[in-house]
């Protein structure tokens, strides 16, 4: 009688607060995707793939062109030390 009947009210709420928690839970979850993040996380990532290839392919090109600029500077270096060894300077015939 009564202990049962208290068993089925504690059931009962049970189940009211098990299905108040997962109706909260979705409407939530709902909410979430709604966002324009969560309805598509890649886009942001996605979006910058160009911009990212182009900003790599920008710095190897400024590292080529200063390789460049030191494999000249160099050379001329050498070519001025050459010139002023003292081997080029007898040649000269000073």
Same mark, same amino acid.
């Given at each position: 009688?009564?202990?049962?009947?208290?068993?089925?009210q504690?059931?009962? #709420?049970? +189940?009211?607060?098990?299905?108040? %928690?997962?109706? =909260?839970?979705?409407q939530? /979850?709902?909410?979430? @995707? !709604?966002?324009?993040?969560?309805?598509?996380?890649?886009?942001?990532?996605?979006?910058?793939?160009?911009?990212?290839?182009?900003?790599?392919? #920008?710095? +190897?090109?400024?590292?080529?062109? %200063?390789?460049? =600029?030191?494999?000249?500077? /160099?050379?001329?270096? @050498? !070519?001025r030390?050459?010139?002023?060894?003292?081997?080029?300077?007898?040649?000269?015939?000073?």
């Amino acid at each position: 009688g009564e202990e049962l009947e208290r068993v089925r009210q504690t059931r009962d #709420r049970g +189940r009211y607060a098990i299905r108040a %928690l997962v109706e =909260r839970e979705a409407q939530g /979850l709902e909410q979430a @995707l !709604a966002h324009s993040a969560l309805r598509d996380p890649y886009r942001l990532v996605a979006g910058r793939d160009e911009e990212i290839g182009a900003e790599i392919a #920008r710095a +190897r090109r400024t590292v080529g062109h %200063l390789l460049d =600029r030191a494999d000249s500077d /160099l050379t001329h270096t @050498l !070519a001025r030390v050459v010139a002023l060894s003292p081997a080029a300077t007898l040649r000269r015939g000073y």
